[in-house]
């Protein structure tokens, strides 16, 4: 029997999309008689140029407009997607700018309410302040909801000549005039009554959102060392199915009893599928926690060949990992105050440690924003020794304990993001501390630099079954692992590389735990002289 059952927890990652709602206010009058007619363009950069994506309605003078047209925009959490808002007065023969204002995506969608209110601009006009923009990002609307089904059968047709049947159903849709398969329960041993266990389908993938669209239900005896024994099929849609709660089973090669060959009940529950963005316009913080190596295998940093060496022209791997990464995380953290440790170096005591504040503060670790990060690995080079060996197992516990915390104030999810040169040698001691953490709002993200073969690694970052220590398995998968190297040294690659996973990871832990996104926040007042 092909497996084919559907994973609600791994289903494809479809593109999401948001569409961005703008409005200004108090803008400069460019016109004598009349106001200004006010359109807003807006354009996405891509590599060094502007690719024009949407441009509002024109609104005839109106100097505060609401504009109806919207800007539909492909939304990448890995990605910085850099926009540019040009406000143009638009006349019959010309147009003159009033101002612009650019950001990423990530900054509106990761604002309170998911909207900001910004200050136009024109540089070198003669009124710097040319009014403001606001700007509101909402999810596409999508279809959300899924179908629970806990299926029994009733009365099925005995089929083995000895025992009873070993029934399973397979569910098909109607698609192009042939029947696609979609789904296929388990196996349940011996029995003409059987119970299976309750499953999920998108709707998107049942039936496209139509409660008519025809569904076919086969039922099979399963057979260890010969083909399945076909018990019998009916067609239904999934309106009839919630109404009537049960299908007569047909084989219409049974001539007794018309082809009858059992029930097939059905308890159905619509639900709704919620998305990562659900959670960040409800709120949900991502707060980063980034841990770097120090042990003796990166080399003496005021040497050029090490992995630490502080080029006074192009940064070093780490450095570049900790922007990539950290300058797309900090969008969705609303203090933008990260705690920053090292590991595998020895402090001015002289005491190797495996899990220790690079700003010096044990009890106050965080640090602001990005450019924090990167000054206290500065310092944290002149103050503490390269040692070894290179363990993670403490880092990894700290984390945890920081993400436990996190979670009790609210919707908070922990990104703990390991930068090493190397593979670990408390690999036993790593894993059981993930296991222990994938119970925990957390993801783990390692960055490998340098050369190594980093071939226990490979261990951690568990895609095709989940992490084991052979008495315990972790609840999900947590770990994405990346060598630098794999990705030609482009920051902007390893951001799309290790984070690709966290969107399906926070929502994986959301549905786990029964959490719903908040409704959306108010937005902060706009503040005139923010920037």
């Given at each position: 029997?092909?497996?084919?059952?559907?994973?609600?927890?791994?289903?494809?990652?479809?593109?999401?999309?948001?569409?961005?709602?703008?409005?200004?206010?108090?803008?400069?009058?460019?016109?004598?008689?009349?106001?200004?007619?006010?359109?807003?363009?807006?354009?996405?950069?891509?590599?060094?140029?502007?690719?024009?994506?949407?441009?509002?309605?024109?609104?005839?003078?109106?100097?505060?407009?609401?504009?109806?047209?919207?800007?539909?925009?492909?939304?990448?959490?890995?990605?910085?997607?850099?926009?540019?808002?040009?406000?143009?007065?638009?006349?019959?023969?010309?147009?003159?700018?009033?101002?612009?204002?650019?950001?990423?995506?990530?900054?509106?969608?990761?604002?309170?309410?998911?909207?900001?209110?910004?200050?136009?601009?024109?540089?070198?006009?003669?009124?710097?302040?040319?009014?403001?923009?606001?700007?509101?990002?909402?999810?596409?609307?999508?279809?959300?909801?899924?179908?629970?089904?806990?299926?029994?059968?009733?009365?099925?047709?005995?089929?083995?000549?000895?025992?009873?049947?070993?029934?399973?159903?397979?569910?098909?849709?109607?698609?192009?005039?042939?029947?696609?398969?979609?789904?296929?329960?388990?196996?349940?041993?011996?029995?003409?009554?059987?119970?299976?266990?309750?499953?999920?389908?998108?709707?998107?993938?049942?039936?496209?959102?139509?409660?008519?669209?025809?569904?076919?239900?086969?039922?099979?005896?399963?057979d260890k060392h010969s083909s399945h024994d076909f018990i019998g099929s009916a067609e239904t849609s999934l309106k009839d199915l919630?109404?009537?709660?049960?299908?007569?089973?047909?084989?219409?090669?049974?001539?007794?009893?018309?082809?009858?060959?059992?029930?097939?009940?059905?308890?159905?529950?619509?639900?709704?599928?919620?998305?990562?963005?659900?959670?960040?316009?409800?709120?949900?913080?991502?707060?980063?926690?980034?841990?770097?190596?120090?042990?003796?295998?990166?080399?003496?940093?005021?040497?050029?060949?090490?992995?630490?060496?502080?080029?006074?022209?192009?940064?070093?791997?780490?450095?570049?990992?900790?922007?990539?990464?950290?300058?797309?995380?900090?969008?969705?953290?609303?203090?933008?105050?990260?705690?920053?440790?090292?590991?595998?170096?020895?402090?001015?005591?002289?005491?190797?440690?495996?899990?220790?504040?690079?700003?010096?503060?044990?009890?106050?670790?965080?640090?602001?924003?990005?450019?924090?990060?990167?000054?206290?690995?500065?310092?944290?080079?002149?103050?503490?020794?390269?040692?070894?060996?290179?363990?993670?197992?403490?880092?990894?516990?700290?984390?945890?304990?920081?993400?436990?915390?996190?979670?009790?104030?609210?919707?908070?999810?922990?990104?703990?993001?390991?930068?090493?040169?190397?593979?670990?040698?408390?690999?036993?001691?790593?894993?059981?501390?993930?296991?222990?953490?994938?119970?925990?709002?957390?993801?783990?993200?390692?960055?490998?630099?340098?050369?190594?073969?980093?071939?226990?690694?490979?261990r951690l970052d568990s895609d095709d079954r989940l992490l084991s220590n052979g008495r315990q398995t972790a609840q999900r998968d947590?770990?994405?692992?990346?060598?630098?190297?794999?990705?030609?040294?482009?920051?902007?690659?390893?951001?799309?590389?290790?984070?690709?996973?966290?969107?399906?990871?926070?929502?994986?832990?959301?549905?786990?735990?029964?959490?719903?996104?908040?409704?959306?926040?108010?937005?902060?007042?706009?503040?005139?002289?923010?920037?």
């Open positions: 029997v092909i497996d084919c059952r559907w994973n609600i927890m791994q289903q494809p990652n479809l593109q999401t999309s948001v569409v961005l709602h703008i409005h200004c206010s108090n803008l400069v009058n460019l016109d004598v008689t009349s106001k200004s007619d006010p359109q807003v363009t807006v354009e996405l950069k891509q590599g060094n140029s502007w690719t024009h994506l949407g441009r509002t309605e024109i609104a005839k003078n109106n100097l505060n407009p609401k504009f109806t047209t919207a800007i539909n925009v492909a939304y990448f959490f890995e990605q910085t997607q850099d926009l540019r808002f040009t406000v143009m007065d638009v006349d019959d023969h010309d147009s003159d700018l009033i101002g612009t204002y650019e950001c990423t995506l990530a900054s509106i969608v990761g604002s309170r309410g998911s909207q900001i209110t910004k200050p136009l601009m024109k540089i070198g006009a003669h009124k710097t302040r040319r009014g403001e923009i606001t700007i509101l990002a909402e999810e596409l609307a999508q279809l959300r909801e899924s179908v629970v089904f806990r299926l029994q059968g009733n009365h099925l047709d005995k089929k083995d000549l000895f025992g009873k049947s070993d029934p399973y159903v397979i569910i098909s849709k109607m698609r192009g005039g042939e029947w696609l398969k979609i789904h296929q329960t388990e196996v349940v041993m011996k029995t003409l009554d059987p119970q299976w266990q309750s499953f999920t389908i998108p709707m998107a993938l049942l039936n496209g959102g139509d409660y008519n669209a025809h569904l076919k239900f086969d039922c099979f005896d399963w919630m109404e009537k709660k049960s299908v007569q089973l047909i084989n219409p090669k049974k001539k007794k009893h018309n082809g009858t060959a059992g029930m097939l009940s059905a308890d159905i529950t619509i639900t709704k599928t919620y998305t990562f963005l659900d959670y960040i316009i409800g709120g949900c913080q991502i707060s980063l926690m980034v841990a770097i190596d120090f042990t003796a295998s990166n080399g003496n940093p005021q040497q050029q060949t090490s992995l630490h060496y502080r080029n006074p022209i192009e940064p070093n791997e780490y450095q570049k990992a900790i922007s990539a990464v950290g300058s797309i995380l900090e969008y969705y953290d609303s203090d933008k105050r990260f705690p920053v440790y090292g590991f595998g170096g020895a402090l001015p005591t002289g005491i190797t440690s495996h899990c220790f504040a690079l700003n010096g503060n044990p009890e106050h670790p965080e640090v602001d924003r990005v450019g924090g990060i990167l000054d206290a690995y500065r310092m944290a080079l002149d103050n503490v020794a390269l040692s070894g060996p290179t363990n993670f197992k403490n880092i990894i516990d700290a984390a945890a304990t920081f993400s436990a915390i996190q979670a009790e104030t609210g919707q908070v999810y922990t990104v703990l993001l390991i930068i090493t040169d190397g593979d670990i040698t408390d690999i036993d001691d790593t894993i059981d501390s993930i296991i222990k953490a994938s119970s925990l709002p957390l993801s783990i993200i390692i960055v490998g630099v340098g050369k190594s073969g980093f071939t226990a690694m490979n947590i770990v994405q692992f990346v060598p630098f190297r794999n990705c030609g040294q482009d920051p902007d690659r390893l951001a799309r590389e290790v984070l690709a996973e966290v969107p399906d990871q926070v929502v994986g832990w959301m549905k786990m735990r029964n959490i719903v996104p908040n409704e959306r926040p108010p937005p902060p007042p706009f503040a005139p002289d923010s920037e």
